[in-house]
């Protein structure tokens, strides 16, 4: 009697929208971040947000590495089906 075939792993929702929308919320207020002291006029709240211009960067990458998983798990799904 041979054996079936081993199961095969797959996430519950391949390309869920979820991680777009996580990758999107990041990636603006990243951009929030990164802008905003430029819009500010007190001096000393400019140079507050100016100094979290770190945290904005890695907001930024955060949501567009969430944005490429999504489209990568969207291909992915699409290359299978097709």
């Known amino acids: 009697m041979p054996l079936p075939p081993p199961p095969v792993r797959r996430p519950?929702?391949?390309?869920?929208?979820?991680l777009l929308f996580?990758?999107?919320?990041c990636a603006l207020i990243g951009l929030a971040v990164l802008l905003a002291p430029r819009f500010i006029n007190s001096p000393g709240m400019q140079g507050t947000v100016a100094g979290a211009a770190l945290v904005g960067w890695f907001a930024l990458v955060l949501g567009l590495a969430f944005i490429a998983v999504y489209g990568r798990r969207r291909l992915?799904?699409?290359k299978r089906r097709g």
């Open 22 to 25: 996580k990758g999107i919320l």
């Open 12 to 18: 519950s929702t391949p390309a869920s929208n979820e």
């Open 76 to 78: 992915t799904v699409n």
